[in-house]
């Protein structure tokens, strides 16, 4: 399974700003475009709960797409659960990963936030990442933590400037 990771973070490296849950409050309307080709790519996107909480009104499922929400808790969702569209799960990466392999998917987009992208991370999962830099400065707001130590190696791949005020879009791969 290939993985991929995409997020956007201000130049002090935060995911939100403070503790608005809309990101494209504050994200360009260039980032968005990539976003949403890789997500039209994709037949296959993990998020995590905070993630969903903070889209779900906006989101529309599809039958050539499965949305897979990770969460300690699957019970408190399982009235919205659709089998193959949107699905709740309190599996490891490791084991989520195994899962969906064997249910055939080649690929993942891993669309954040910070909380799941660091537990990806931590397992050495995550193949390739995309990191769009808005030039901003938010001060608070999420950052990449996690409890458990990461130690990754990425290796730069790409670097694209999207639009006129100077948001850079960088690719790497992850070894
Ligand atoms: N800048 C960006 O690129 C970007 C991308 C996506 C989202 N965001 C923003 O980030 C904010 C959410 O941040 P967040 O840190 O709360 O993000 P999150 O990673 O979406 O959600 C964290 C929650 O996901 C669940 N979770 C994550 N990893 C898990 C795992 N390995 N196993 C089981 N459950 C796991 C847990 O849910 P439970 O608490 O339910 O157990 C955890 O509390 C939102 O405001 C969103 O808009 C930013």
Redesign the pocket.
């Known amino acids: 399974m290939k993985i991929t990771l995409v ?3 201000s130049i002090d490296g935060r ?2 700003r403070g503790n608005e ?3 494209h409050l504050w994200s360009s309307k260039e980032d968005n475009d990539h976003f949403t080709r890789l997500r039209d790519t994709h037949s296959l996107i993990v ?5 969903y909480v ?1 889209i779900r009104e906006t989101l529309h499922l599809s039958e050539d797409k499965l949305r897979v929400v ?4 699957p019970k408190k969702y399982i009235n919205k659960s659709v089998e193959n569209q949107l699905e709740f799960s ?1 599996e ?2 490791k084991k989520l990963v195994e899962h969906l392999s064997k249910r055939g998917y080649k690929k993942m987009l891993l ?7 660091s ?1 990806f991370f931590a397992f050495h999962l995550v193949n390739e990442l995309y990191l769009t830099i808005e030039p901003k400065i938010f001060g608070k707001g ?1 950052t990449f933590t996690s409890k458990t130590i990461i130690d990754a190696d990425l290796k730069f791949m790409s670097v694209k400037k999207l639009n006129k005020k100077g948001t850079l879009l960088f690719r790497y791969s992850v070894h």
């Open positions: 997020m956007v973070s995911f939100t849950s809309d990101i998020m995590g709960s905070g993630t903070a990770l969460t300690t808790n309190n490891t990466p669309v954040g936030g910070p909380r799941l992208a537990s999420n």
